[in-house]
């Protein structure tokens, strides 16, 4: 069964600061990663996706790496805004299986980042 | 701009009482999600369509949940009876084939009293 785990839960830092965010996953077999944005009482917003034959992406200042074989991904977000602030959810597009189960995305409980100014 | 539309985005309800909610995927997407987010579980699959056709519904509680997609345009979740431990934000989300971008509606947050 995949788990997928985000640490640190939550992440406090000053404005102008570069950070790192951390997503693992148990199972490699996935299709693809993809990191989310969601602000308080909002829906989820795609920020990036990294298909499972990639190394990485980027938008913006954001950088997303994918390391397969360790299950492991990073969200590298640069010079770090108030605006920025919000929860970051990982989730991983699992493969169906030789049992034929669903291609689902299965998510972590997320960075809660604070940007302060 | 193409969005993932659900409604209600809240609804308040007496525990017992039937509640749907509805969700208008993004047009041509082939793939439709429904998640339940609380705090102490985060995102919880609870139904997963392709080409309108259930796929995956385990995460669902069978004797009071049920989703379905009676056309290419709507999707529902519907509980009966509800209980307060239902109360979540309940989200949909679309996509185009199993390599894509999943997009999410801004949620139904229900609460049932």
């Known amino acids: 069964k995949q788990e997928v785990t985000q640490i640190p839960a939550a992440l406090s830092v000053p404005e102008g600061e570069n950070l790192v965010l951390n997503c693992s996953f148990t199972d490699s077999a996935i299709y693809n990663l993809q990191w989310f944005r969601q602000d308080p009482g909002k829906g989820l917003t795609s920020l990036l996706l990294i298909q499972s034959s990639q190394r990485e992406q980027t938008s913006g200042r954001l950088n997303a790496s994918l390391d397969k074989s360790s299950g492991r991904s990073t969200l590298y977000i640069a010079a770090s805004q108030p605006g920025d602030s919000a929860t970051y959810l990982c989730a991983v597009r699992v493969r169906r299986n030789s049992r034929g189960g669903s291609e689902k995305l299965v998510f972590g409980k997320g960075t809660k980042l604070t940007v302060n100014p | 701009d193409a969005r993932v539309t659900q409604t209600p985005r809240h609804k308040v309800t007496e525990m017992g009482q039937e509640v749907t909610m509805r969700c208008q995927p993004i047009l041509g997407h082939n793939t439709v999600f429904w998640y339940r987010q609380t705090m102490m579980q985060g995102l919880e699959l609870l139904a997963y369509?392709?080409?309108?056709?259930?796929?995956?519904d385990s995460g669902m509680p069978k004797d009071r949940f049920s989703a379905e997609m009676p056309d290419a345009t709507l999707a529902t979740l519907k509980i009966q009876p509800s209980e307060p431990r239902d109360s979540a934000v309940y989200f949909c989300?679309?996509?185009?084939?199993?390599?894509?971008?999943?997009?999410f509606g801004q949620g139904t947050r229900l609460t049932v009293v």
């Open positions: 369509f392709r080409n309108r056709a259930p796929l995956d």
């Open positions: 989300a679309s996509g185009f084939l199993s390599r894509g971008r999943a997009f």
